[in-house]
């Protein structure tokens, strides 16, 4: 049967997005290079390697491993969650990360008007929120795939192998639109006059509300049909 959302659960990839910034801390410590600027002619080149590949990408895989470590401890009952469910739960695991994260910020930069770290703060979470709605849909699309994998003995070896690579494609897809939409936030700030930095953080962030409710919107409704299908109950128990 298809699984609602768990508020136990949801606490548990929240931990998961605390443990995911210890994760970029480690990888700094052990490759010290990959924060550091590219030669390169072109400063655009550098700027978008930094913000859209050692920041953006960075972190949405961190953020996506621990996401999948909690899920992997369920033991494959992730693959029954409801499209909104996941969305959730990758938003939670999101959520921990970007409290973290805000921590380790105003801890590293004291000497800024706490005005300022808290625009980033609130700016930044909403684009951290978007991220994981991103990567939460398409992953309910994976989980699917998984789902037939896992459960249907008459699926042939070739369908299975497409079905296979559909699923990691789909993975790989949730982390570059994640990253991109992520990249170019850090990237927009941090290239814009200091007198609009702050619009400019509120714009992106609003267009990631925008988004993402279009997305959840979608989500909920998919898994209304999936619940009645399945539990053939009204779609107001939902």
Not at 33 to 49: D, E, H, K, Q, R
Not at 152 to 179: N, P, Q, S, W
Not at 207 to 219: E, M, N, P, W
Request: glycine letters at 6%; aromatic letters at 14%.
């Amino acid at each position: 049967s298809s699984d609602l959302i768990s508020i136990s659960r949801a606490k548990k990839y929240f931990m998961g997005g605390l443990l995911a910034t210890s994760m970029i801390i480690a990888w700094t410590f052990l490759f010290p290079f990959w924060g550091g600027y590219l030669m390169a002619s072109s400063l655009t080149i550098i700027l978008f390697v930094k913000y859209f590949i050692q920041v953006g990408l960075l972190e949405e895989l961190c953020k996506y491993v621990c996401f999948l470590w909690v899920s992997t401890m369920r033991k494959g009952k992730h693959m029954h969650d409801l499209p909104i469910a996941t969305i959730f739960y990758c938003v939670m695991t999101a959520c921990g990360f970007a409290l973290c994260e805000n921590v380790v910020y105003l801890m590293n930069y004291p000497y800024m008007m706490i005005a300022i770290l808290l625009e980033r703060a609130i700016t930044s979470t909403f684009v951290h929120i978007t991220s994981g709605v991103i990567v939460g849909y398409i992953l309910s699309r994976s989980n699917v795939l998984s789902l037939i994998m896992h459960t249907e003995k008459k699926v042939d070896e070739l369908t299975r192998r497409k079905l296979y690579v559909k699923k990691y494609l789909h993975i790989i897809g949730a982390i570059f639109f994640a990253a991109t939409y992520h990249g170019y936030y850090n990237y927009a700030i941090c290239t814009t006059s200091h007198d609009n930095k702050l619009s400019t953080a509120i714009a992106i962030a609003i267009f990631g509300i925008i988004i993402s409710c279009l997305i959840v919107d979608k989500a909920i409704k998919e898994s209304k049909q999936i619940y009645k299908t399945k539990n053939s109950t009204p779609d107001n128990e939902l």
